[in-house]
C-alpha cells in the first residue's frame, strides 16, 4: 500500500468556521507533511513532522494548526482563514531521512467564502 | 539550500524521447536530485533520484554530470499521459526533511 488518504477531497468554509483537514497513510512513514498549493504555483511546504514531533514550521499563521495524534495521521485544523487561503493542501509522508522518496495524496481543494 | 533552474516550457511528440534538463549549480556534496511529477489537478508523483550516479527505474532515467551541477531526467518514449509540470528538487541534507519544490516545467506531449 503506496497510497497517502486525504480527506475530504473539497471544502467550502466561511471565515468564522472551525474545520479539519486529514491525512492518513499505513506504510509505516514517520515523516508527514503540509504543503499549500495556489493555482499554477509550485507546493509551498508549510509543516513537516517527524517521529509525531514538529520538526518544521514555514512561519505559517496560527489560523492554520498542525496536530499529529499517531505515526499514521495527521490533522490540520483551520480557523478564521480567509479567502486568499483558498487553495490545494496536500499531504506527503517519508521517512525521515535524506534519499528516500516522499508519497503525496491528491489533496484537499479548500475555498474559503 | 541549493536551488534548481528549469525551463518554464518543453513540448515533445508522442513517441518520442522527453530530455528534461536541471541546473543545480550550489548543489553540495550529500544532497540528492530528486524528479517529481503533477498531472494536473493530482497531487505530486515521484519519479526517481540520484546521487552522483545515474539512475533508472520503470519511469524513466536520470543523468547527472560529472561535477553534480546539472542533471536530465529522460523519459525515453513520452505518452500524452505524460503532460505533466516536472519539479527538479535538491534534497537539503540533514534532519530536516525539506522537499521544496521550484517552479518547474511544463512539459507538453504533443500528439
Known amino acids: 500500500d503506496t497510497e497517502v488518504t486525504q480527506t475530504p477531497k473539497h471544502l467550502v468554509m466561511g471565515m468564522t468556521n472551525k474545520k479539519s483537514l486529514k491525512c492518513e497513510q499505513h506504510?509505516?512513514?514517520?515523516?508527514m507533511y503540509w504543503y499549500k498549493q495556489k493555482a499554477k504555483k509550485p507546493p509551498e511546504l508549510m509543516f513537516v513532522?517527524?517521529?509525531?514531533?514538529?520538526?518544521i514550521n514555514e512561519s505559517v499563521p496560527s489560523r492554520f494548526s498542525p496536530e499529529c495524534p499517531n505515526s499514521s495521521l495527521l490533522n490540520l485544523h483551520l480557523h478564521a482563514l480567509q479567502p486568499e487561503d483558498s487553495a490545494l493542501y496536500l499531504c506527503?509522508?517519508?521517512?525521515?531521512?535524506?534519499?528516500?522518496?516522499?508519497?503525496f495524496g491528491q489533496g484537499t481543494r479548500l475555498t474559503v467564502v | 539550500d541549493a536551488k534548481t533552474t528549469q525551463p518554464p516550457s518543453m513540448d515533445c511528440a508522442e513517441g518520442r524521447a522527453a530530455n528534461l534538463p536541471c541546473n543545480h549549480s550550489?548543489?553540495?556534496?550529500?544532497?540528492?536530485v530528486y524528479w517529481y511529477r503533477q498531472i494536473h489537478s493530482q497531487g505530486p508523483q515521484y519519479i526517481i533520484h540520484?546521487?552522483?550516479n545515474n539512475e533508472t527505474n520503470e519511469m524513466a532515467s536520470l543523468i547527472i554530470t560529472e561535477d553534480r551541477k546539472s542533471s536530465t531526467l529522460i523519459l525515453p518514449h513520452a505518452t500524452l499521459r505524460d503532460t505533466a509540470v516536472y519539479y527538479c528538487?535538491?534534497?537539503?541534507?540533514?534532519?530536516?526533511?525539506?522537499?521544496?519544490f521550484g517552479t518547474g516545467t511544463l512539459l507538453a506531449v504533443q500528439p
Open positions: 506527503a509522508s517519508s521517512q525521515p531521512t535524506t534519499g528516500t522518496e516522499a508519497f
Open positions: 506504510m509505516g512513514h514517520r515523516a
Open positions: 513532522y517527524s517521529y509525531e514531533k514538529l520538526s
Open positions: 550550489t548543489i553540495s556534496g550529500n544532497e540528492y
Open positions: 540520484g546521487l552522483k
Open positions: 528538487i535538491v534534497r537539503p541534507r540533514g534532519a530536516t526533511n525539506k522537499l521544496i
